[in-house]
T-cell receptor, first 111, second 115 residues
Framework: QKEVEQNSGPLSVPEGAIASLNCTYS??????FFWYRQYSGKSPELIMS????GDKEDGRFTAQLNKASQYVSLLIRDSQPSDSATYLC???????????FGTGTRLTVIP | DVKVTQSSRYLVKRTGEKVFLECVQD?????MFWYRQDPGLGLRLIYF???????EKGDIPEGYSVSREKKERFSLILESASTNQTSMYLC??????????????FGPGTRLTVT
């Protein structure tokens, strides 16, 4: 079983809609959770960090964490064509120096 | 803002050449990482370093070595480049402690082609 799993997509949403991206992780002791956005040909860019259960909002982005169910999600409200990218979920587990990354979900926002 | 720079954006080398990829960060982060990213395979960790002169193997260290002589600089070395090392190479840094622990920042990447 992979440490971090994401649906590879592609996920297509119309402009202005809410895009919902999901991620599950296997280590119940995981403590830190991150979402990265990666445009084609570019490097991943950190867009959200979440450390405790519940929701964390930053502009049009909301990260949701549910440790009991071992999932973390990213909601993008009022999706724009510029949000079209691959979104990577990453998890930090105790005792591990590196992050575990999912393989990413490709999002396309259709104008 | 964290700034992570890599020595080249694009690099073309011949099979058998020794290749050096350099990464420099300006945020005094303890941890530094080298990944490669290939279509369908995601990010794969090659090596990481948690302190000067300290290094640990990641998931795919074969054919690579690293050097960290100064805190801000982490180098990836391909001892004898092969065509299967054609890839996007990404350096990353991460703070070891504090409120933003675990937040990892990537450099712009080096797209290496070995012919």
């Amino acid at each position: 079983q992979k440490e971090v799993e994401q649906n590879s997509g592609p996920l297509s949403v119309p402009e202005g809609a809410i895009a919902s991206l999901n991620c599950t992780y296997s280590d119940r002791g995981s403590q830190s959770f991150f979402w990265y956005r990666q445009y084609s040909g570019k490097s991943p860019e950190l867009i959200m960090s979440i450390y405790s259960n519940g929701d964390k909002e930053d502009g049009r982005f909301t990260a949701q964490l549910n440790k009991a169910s071992q999932y973390v999600s990213l909601l993008i409200r009022d999706s724009q064509p510029s949000d079209s990218a691959t979104y990577l979920c990453a998890v930090n587990t105790p005792g591990a120096n590196n992050l575990f990354f999912g393989t990413g979900t490709r999002l396309t926002v259709i104008p | 803002d964290v700034k992570v720079t890599q020595s080249s954006r694009y690099l073309v080398k011949r099979t058998g050449e020794k290749v050096f990829l350099e990464c420099v960060q300006d945020m005094d982060h303890e941890n530094m990482f080298w990944y490669r990213q290939d279509p369908g395979l995601g990010l794969r960790l090659i090596y990481f370093s948690y302190d000067v002169k300290m290094k640990e193997k990641g998931d795919i260290p074969e054919g690579y070595s690293v050097s960290r002589e100064k805190k801000e600089r982490f180098s990836l070395i391909l001892e004898s480049a092969s065509t299967n090392q054609t890839s996007m190479y990404l350096c990353a840094t991460r703070r070891g402690q504090g409120a933003k622990r675990g937040e990892q920042y990537f450099g712009p990447g080096t797209r290496l082609t070995v012919t």
